[in-house]
């Protein structure tokens, strides 16, 4: 990564962090992105080089994870099971980042109740990412899943996610272990995958 690759994560975390802090202390409608600018010490201008809008700087790293299952489905074994290739893609994907299981991850659940507009966007991004993965996933098991049963198999293992996160983080003020969230996240999609899987 250049240096100023390195620069830019810096600046895009700095926002991150800084919108966990402010919306979790002030709430979100009361929260600007000018706010979130100045506490990370860039511009307002500048922040839209970064995040498109503030709903989006909640969602860091929703690509990042579809290219992790992506590369997962890819790079896949000849003899992997479509449900081992997702829950291996799962398991790099909790290794590299917290974004699914720290501070951030429960911000994000309580407001995707409260706020409309969090809660569009969240559902959009999801449904565009079960689309992709969806895809690829049918495209390298075309014995094994045509375009309906890729769908299902993804949508399971998205809304296993979605259902294990909800109910381990959306209790306002309650400690987020980030272990027990892991833990819960993979129980769940091993316990949703279950029919697909040949092996344990």
Known sequence: MSLRDRKRARTRQALVDAAVELIGRQGYEA???????????????????????????????????????????????????????????????????????????????????????????????QWEGQREIARHLAAAYPDDLDEVSAAALVGAFVGAATAALTTVLEEPGRPADPAAVRAALHRATEVALRPWATRA
């Open 31 to 125: 929260t600007t992105i000018a706010e979130i600018a100045a506490a990370a010490d860039i511009g307002t201008r500048t922040f839209f080089s970064y995040f498109p809008s503030k709903e989006d700087l909640l969602f860091p790293e929703t690509d990042r994870r579809v290219r992790v299952a992506v590369d997962a489905i890819t790079h896949r074994a000849p003899d992997d099971e479509p449900a081992e290739v997702l829950l291996r893609a799962l398991r790099r994907a909790n290794e590299e980042s917290d974004d699914m299981t720290g501070p951030l991850a429960a911000l994000r659940i309580r407001l995707t109740m409260q706020v409309p507009a969090v809660r569009a966007r969240a559902l959009h991004l």
